[in-house]
């Protein structure tokens, strides 16, 4: 299982390296996650796919601060000889989301010799969509860098290692 790392742990490393290195160094690809504090969520109906939750918020209630944090694609050690990677709820994944809207086994990547990646949805309740559209449950499609994948309610950049460099060197200094 990877951890989820707050994009200042990796920001100075950017700023040391050009991208050829930086990837050298980091060569898998990566989630980036934008957290938003924006308090409570609640299913609003058995649907699957886009407004399925709505806040629980009151108006008198404090937004939480958003944290952007990023984690790398990469197997769990026990599963190195799966060409799967999967992302799901619970910690027998290799990537963990901790969100009630994602299912235990949501979705896998698989790196694709000469393609890059694919991802494929299988079989979640709340869905997976990438760059806006709801994929069909247990069909690959294509996966480039820059594309944004959602996973049941939350949303996701999906990057490669030079292209994760220069998302970390344009961000505005992160204080």
């Known amino acids: 299982m990877q951890a989820w790392e707050h994009l ?47 806040h629980l918020r009151q108006s008198n209630d404090a937004y939480l601060p958003s944290v952007l944090r990023y984690t ?19 910690s027998d994944n290799d990537v963990v989301v901790n969100d009630y809207a994602v299912s235990r086994r949501h979705a896998r990547f698989r790196r694709v010799s000469g393609a890059g990646f694919v991802i494929e949805d299988v079989g979640s309740v709340n869905g997976t969509a990438l760059d806006g559209e709801w994929l069909k449950p247990n069909e690959q499609n294509r996966l480039r860098s820059g594309q944004s994948l959602r996973f049941g309610r939350l949303g996701f950049t999906f990057l490669e290692p030079k292209d994760f460099h220069v998302f970390l060197v344009t961000l505005v200094p992160l204080g």
């Open 8 to 54: 200042t742990d990796i920001r100075s490393l950017a700023d040391e390296l050009d991208e050829v290195r930086f990837a050298a160094r980091n060569p898998s690809c990566v989630l980036v996650s934008l957290e938003i504090g924006a308090g409570l969520l609640a299913p609003t109906d058995a649907n699957r796919g886009p407004g399925t939750m709505r």
């Open 72 to 90: 790398t694609l990469e197997r769990r050690e026990s599963e190195r000889g799966s060409v799967w990677l999967s992302i799901g709820r619970t």
